[in-house]
């Protein structure tokens, strides 16, 4: 089954702020990243996490907790282009084992 | 421009006949990837590959083979496909511990 859990869908109106969870259950991840993917694209690489505390990258930031395995995705500013699905991943060894969660649709709304 | 490019785009064949779908980096990554993608399931990794000569499976390899005899070549082969390895298909390429770029998909139709 999918070591990292994430919330199916949210939605939120433009210029909301969103937070995405993800819980993992596997322990030694090597950080927890994040990408997002339109329908019909490829996913592209928003942000990766090595260490506790939180990354910001413009309109969105991510945040790691180790002890808690936990992090999540902060999208603030929604903009229409946002509406995508997200994904939090994680590496479980050094040899290039990786791993995804199921996804998380958001969508804004006017 | 760093591009990891898969080809074909969209396939569709009949169960049995023998496939590959290719794929090439141009930024000179050790480790490359195979995932296949399915509805309310995510990404799972199909094969992964450290370095030339260097292959592994990941969570979902049977059905599939790969090769590495080149650093920025990464072929996925299906031997014997069947219907339930329709799916879509995404090669990546990465030098650390995340997954950085991915191709555009290869949607494959196993009839």
């Known amino acids: 089954g999918q070591s990292l859990e994430q919330p199916s869908e949210v939605t939120a109106v433009e210029g909301a702020i969103v937070q995405i969870n993800c819980t993992y259950q596997t322990s030694g991840f090597y950080g927890l990243s994040w990408y997002q993917q339109h329908d019909g694209g490829a996913p592209t690489f928003l942000s990766y996490?090595?260490?506790?505390g939180l990354e910001e990258t413009g309109r969105f930031s991510s945040f790691l907790s180790r002890s808690d395995s936990y992090g999540y995705l902060l999208l603030q500013e929604l903009q229409m282009k946002d509406s995508a699905s997200y994904f939090c991943?994680?590496?479980?060894?050094?040899?290039?084992?990786?791993?995804f969660g199921a996804g998380t649709q958001v969508v804004v709304t006017p | 421009e760093a591009q990891v490019t898969q080809n074909p785009r969209y396939l569709i064949t009949v169960t049995g006949k023998k496939l590959t779908v290719t794929c090439s980096q141009n930024m000179n990554h050790e480790y490359m990837s195979w995932y296949r993608q399915d509805p309310g399931l995510g990404l799972r990794q199909i094969y992964y590959?450290?370095?030339?000569?260097?292959?592994d499976k990941g969570d979902v390899p049977e059905g599939y083979k790969v090769s590495r005899k080149e650093k920025r070549n990464f072929p996925l082969i299906l031997e014997s496909p069947s219907p339930n390895q329709t799916s879509l298909y995404f090669c990546?390429?990465?030098?650390?511990?995340?997954?950085?770029?991915f191709g555009q998909g290869t949607r494959l139709t196993v009839v």
């Open positions: 991943a994680g590496s479980t060894d050094s040899w290039g084992k990786f791993q």
């Open positions: 996490n090595a260490l506790d």
């Open positions: 590959s450290m370095n030339v000569e260097v292959t």
């Open positions: 990546a390429s990465r030098t650390g511990n995340t997954e950085a770029f």
